[in-house]
């Protein structure tokens, strides 16, 4: 089985989570596109992106959820990537039913996903924004691993050991999705 995994972290070198969940993985037969390193000109190779995609029996989205949403590099590829006649139209239906894992830190609290609080709404609202294009492609979301106060900023709150120590888990639970699928 095939496992692509689509990394849209702007600069790896500064992240302590996702860099971390990415070392995990690395020892595994998981295909990394890291795009921070890939287009670090923003310049993406739509043909080998899709190609990657149409390779792939299981796709892992992993990023950092910033301003409730991917960041700008993981917008424009899904912007260029998922493109009419590829991802969706009539004759777009090329990566339908493939196998879809989103992986996805966040710096905030959970609790601060709610009505009256920092990020204002509930992190499924913000998520089904973001996963229009999988959507529209008929992708099969099979599993939605989030872990909340990834923030490793003490000047903000944040704590590395304690996010070094979330990583890893975070890392496992992908593990265990991917093991229900090969």
Known sequence: MSI????????????????????????TEIQCRLLDKLYPDYQIDVLQEQQALLAADVIIFQ??????????????????????????????????????????????TAESYAPEQFNFLDINHYLQAAMHPVNAAQMDIVDTI????????????????QVMQLAQQHSQRILASIQQYS
């Open 4 to 27: 692509l995994l689509v990394s849209g972290h702007p600069d790896l070198q500064r992240s302590v989570a996702n860099q971390a969940i990415l070392s995990e993985l690395s020892a």
């Open 63 to 108: 990023f950092p959820l910033y301003w409730s949403t991917y960041p700008a590099l993981m917008k424009l590829w899904f912007d260029e990537v998922f493109t009419y006649n590829f991802a969706f139209g009539p004759n777009g239906s090329q990566l339908k039913d493939k196998k879809v894992i989103l992986s996805i830190t966040c710096g905030a």
């Open 146 to 161: 989030l872990t909340f106060e990834m923030n490793s900023t003490p000047d903000e709150g944040g704590d590395q050991q």
